[in-house]
């Protein structure tokens, strides 16, 4: 079994590889161009997401058994194209939903108590008291969308502040638990004063959030996008919070994550949303801590070795 790592890792994956007697070969420089000219000789492949896995490297893979993504979002994986293989694909949620859970509630605390906004004021020499009067999260509805490993690690930590938690999934069946009540969207859109997305990048969820979305959200209120950009129209947002209809806004993820490369579209949306009191924005983050990549590595491996111990068994 060799296997190919073509993403920076964190250096917790090394010795747990060795240890566990697995050959590997790790190139976290390679462009898509090496990945092709090499992928043929490896059963293994250790993404993040840098890399586009799609037909054409597939094509390339005729000993491929695994993807292994050591994070969650499987967006730059073509799911279709790697179950019409015989190929398995592991991720681990699991590594990085308390960081992307504590990092929503900071998102959310910031927001509503001015805490970025109010620091910038400090520094200037402004005492504005009354300009930084905060709001509460107790009592609060706060809707999620996606109610997996984010979602529900976000509503546990929400309850500890006595909000009302709603959560809507698509897929999944009988979810709610005792920190968030099983919900709709129609539902979490009449009664929330905050929405959090935690849903996958996938064809139904791009640019979910639009402005049909925020229009038929019954009141004003807050957004949080810890998930994946593109399923926000930045556009819609910068109207939303010039009418008012969007309170605030915390985005950890964007469109397009090269500010370098924006359209002017982009430029202008992003240059309104970076001057507003109301928003915060981090570069992707949310999922990365100290202590999160070292979960993911041990997820990912735990599951390599698995599936070795499976396949050596048949
Ligand atoms: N900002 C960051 O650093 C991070 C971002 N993420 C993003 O968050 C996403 C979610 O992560 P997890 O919670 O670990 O994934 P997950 O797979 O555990 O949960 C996603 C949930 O969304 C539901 N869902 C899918 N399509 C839906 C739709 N159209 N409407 C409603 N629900 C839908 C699924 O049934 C699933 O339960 C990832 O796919 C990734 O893109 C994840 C980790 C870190
Ligand atoms: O796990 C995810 O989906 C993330 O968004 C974080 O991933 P990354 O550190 O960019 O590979």
């Given at each position: 079994?060799?296997?190919?790592?073509?993403d920076e890792m964190h250096p917790s994956l090394f010795p747990m590889l060795?240890?566990?007697?697995?050959?590997?070969?790790?190139?976290?420089?390679?462009?898509?161009?090496?990945?092709?000219?090499?992928?043929?000789?490896?059963?293994?492949?250790?993404?993040?997401?840098?890399?586009?896995?799609?037909?054409?490297?597939?094509?390339?893979?005729?000993?491929?058994?695994?993807?292994?993504?050591?994070?969650?979002?499987?967006?730059?994986?073509?799911?279709?194209?790697?179950?019409?293989?015989?190929?398995?694909?592991?991720?681990?949620?699991?590594?990085?939903?308390?960081?992307?859970?504590?990092?929503?509630?900071?998102?959310?605390?910031?927001?509503?108590?001015?805490?970025?906004?109010?620091?910038?004021?400090?520094?200037?020499?402004?005492?504005?008291?009354?300009?930084?009067?905060?709001?509460?999260?107790?009592?609060?509805?706060?809707?999620?969308i996606g109610y997996g490993f984010n979602g529900s690690a976000t509503a546990?930590?929400?309850?500890?502040?006595?909000?009302?938690?709603?959560?809507?999934?698509?897929?999944?069946?009988?979810?709610?638990?005792?920190?968030?009540?099983?919900?709709?969207?129609?539902?979490?859109?009449?009664?929330?004063?905050?929405?959090?997305?935690?849903?996958?990048?996938?064809?139904?969820?791009?640019?979910?959030?639009?402005?049909?979305?925020?229009?038929?959200?019954?009141?004003?209120?807050?957004?949080?996008?810890?998930?994946?950009?593109?399923?926000?129209?930045?556009?819609?947002?910068?109207?939303?919070?010039?009418?008012?209809?969007?309170?605030?806004?915390?985005?950890?993820?964007?469109?397009?994550?090269?500010?370098?490369?924006?359209?002017?579209?982009?430029?202008?949306?992003?240059?309104?949303?970076?001057?507003?009191?109301?928003?915060?924005?981090?570069?992707?983050?949310?999922?990365?801590?100290?202590?999160?990549?070292?979960?993911i590595n041990e997820a990912l491996v735990k599951q390599i070795m698995t599936?070795?111990?499976?396949?050596?068994?048949?």
């Amino acid at each position: 079994m060799k296997i190919l790592i073509v993403d920076e890792m964190h250096p917790s994956l090394f010795p747990m590889l060795d240890e566990a007697g697995l050959a590997y070969r790790y190139e976290p420089a390679f462009k898509r161009a090496h990945i092709l000219s090499h992928i043929a000789d490896y059963e293994g492949l250790v993404i993040r997401s840098k890399t586009v896995i799609d037909e054409e490297v597939l094509l390339q893979a005729p000993r491929l058994r695994f993807v292994a993504r050591a994070g969650a979002g499987l967006d730059l994986i073509d799911l279709e194209a790697i179950r019409r293989r015989d190929i398995q694909v592991f991720a681990a949620n699991e590594g990085n939903r308390d960081a992307v859970a504590e990092h929503a509630v900071g998102m959310l605390l910031g927001l509503f108590a001015h805490i970025v906004k109010a620091d910038r004021e400090v520094r200037q020499g402004l005492w504005n008291r009354e300009g930084n009067r905060g709001i509460e999260l107790m009592g609060k509805t706060v809707g999620l969308i996606g109610y997996g490993f984010n979602g529900s690690a976000t509503a546990r930590r929400l309850n500890g502040f006595g909000c009302r938690v709603l959560a809507y999934d698509k897929y999944l069946v009988n979810y709610g638990d005792e920190y968030a009540q099983e919900s709709t969207m129609e539902a979490i859109m009449a009664q929330a004063d905050v929405i959090s997305l935690h849903v996958p990048l996938t064809s139904e969820t791009r640019l979910m959030l639009n402005d049909d979305f925020i229009a038929a959200v019954a009141r004003p209120f807050f957004l949080l996008n810890i998930a994946r950009g593109e399923i926000v129209q930045l556009e819609a947002v910068v109207r939303g919070l010039e009418s008012g209809k969007v309170r605030g806004a915390g985005l950890d993820v964007l469109e397009n994550e090269k500010l370098s490369t924006l359209t002017p579209e982009q430029q202008k949306a992003f240059d309104y949303l970076r001057t507003s009191p109301r928003v915060i924005l981090t570069p992707h983050v949310a999922g990365w801590t100290q202590e999160s990549y070292a979960k993911i590595n041990e997820a990912l491996v735990k599951q390599i070795m698995t599936h070795i111990r499976v396949n050596a068994a048949h």
